[in-house]
């Protein structure tokens, strides 16, 4: 008696309903990855535990994964990306998602210091070589302090110009999506500016022990106009753009807003070189770290930025430039209770930063694990 048999059917091309898993290529351990912009900005509704920081600039609403307006984000398929302000990996584990997701190591950190670092010296290279053929030599010091103010401030402007271009093509090429730099008028709380500034003046009272163990500040950066705009807008506007800007964003869409904060601010402080400089930036960089987190925009930091260096060039220009507290109030006694009241101030200050910044990360990490 011969047997019926019935053949399977073969696959149709294209069926969608017959595609196996492997086929599909891998979605992901843990399902498809969330849509995020510079990091995540901290939610707008996230209170802020010293001073209110207001609005962020996302506005009123929570925001979601898939960006500003606060609608879910859309399943994704794949091969596909949300543009909400970042880009997804493809469904695929390719080379270029595993790209994506390892930016910034370690190493990327050091080589975008090196970016920053190098265009200075380059640059500084070129301004060395303009002084000598100008018959002024090695020493800067020699030239008449007006003509050395507009040469330091075109030096600074190409260096920090070419320092942050060579950052944005480095980020880009490893591999770093999403808006690098957040701006919104909102953020301009004068509460906290004026807070952020008296912890800012905290902070030179505090370190004034440390600083005076380290070698004195030798830098000549000319007078007048040019030099005060060197300081007052150029500074503010370039250093802010890549330490809070490319450094903090870029660090915390991988490691989160703590993270991000203090590694930043080593940067910054690094960037400056001198060793007073870097101790006294560093923890001035927390401060406008963590206003431009509370904030969610570049320009209240850039503010409190600007304010700081007329602080100094003010000192400068009186001959202050090296000059301590200590040494211009009279009497012990008035120096340690001013001393005590910045300090106060400073650890007061800085554990509430602590606590706002671990609430952040905190609710970082609910809106990435929903």
Not at 86 to 106: D, L, N
Not at 175 to 196: D, I
């Amino acid at each position: 008696m011969e047997e019926n048999r019935t053949e399977p059917a073969a696959p149709h091309a294209g069926d969608p309903s017959q595609e196996t898993a492997a086929a599909r290529g891998p979605r992901g351990e843990n399902g498809p990855e969330p849509v995020s912009g510079q990091g995540g900005a901290a939610a707008a509704g996230e209170p802020h535990v010293f001073p209110e920081p207001g609005a962020a600039a996302s506005g009123g609403g929570k925001q979601t994964a898939s960006g500003k307006d606060g609608n879910a984000a859309p399943e994704r398929t794949e091969g596909t990306a949300s543009a909400a302000g970042g880009s997804a990996a493809p469904g695929g584990a390719g080379p270029e998602s595993a790209v994506r997701r390892r930016f910034p190591t370690t190493g990327d950190l050091f080589a975008m210091l090196g970016i920053a670092l190098g265009a200075q010296a380059l640059v500084g290279l070129f301004g060395l070589l303009f002084s000598l053929f100008a018959g002024h030599g090695a020493n800067y010091n020699t030239m008449e302090p007006a003509a050395l103010g507009r040469l330091v401030a075109a030096l600074y402007f190409v260096s920090m110009a070419v320092a942050l271009g060579g950052l944005l093509y480095y980020r880009r090429v490893r591999g770093g999506r999403g808006r690098w730099a957040r701006f919104s008028t909102r953020g301009l709380n004068p509460a906290l500016l004026l807070w952020a500034f008296v912890m800012m003046c905290a902070v030179g009272v505090v370190l004034e022990p440390l600083l005076a163990l380290l070698p004195e500040l030798q830098i000549n950066v000319g007078r007048g106009f040019w030099t005060i705009l060197s300081l007052v807008l150029f500074a503010p506007v370039f250093e802010e753009l890549i330490c809070r800007g490319v450094v903090l964003g870029s660090l915390r869409s991988r490691y989160g807003v703590t993270i991000a904060w203090l590694v930043s601010s080593l940067f910054f402080g690094i960037l400056h070189g001198q060793p007073v400089q870097v101790v006294n930036a560093f923890v001035v960089g927390l401060v406008l770290g963590y206003v431009y987190i509370a904030t969610d925009s570049l320009w209240a930091a850039m503010i409190l930025h600007a304010l700081n260096n007329a602080v100094a060039y003010l000192m400068l220009v009186t001959g202050h430039a090296n000059t301590l507290l200590i040494d211009l109030i009279p009497g012990r006694t008035l120096y340690v209770a001013v001393y005590v009241v910045a300090l106060a101030v400073l650890v007061v200050s800085g554990y509430m930063m602590w606590r706002a910044l671990r609430r952040m990360k905190e609710a970082e990490k609910n809106r990435a694990g929903a």
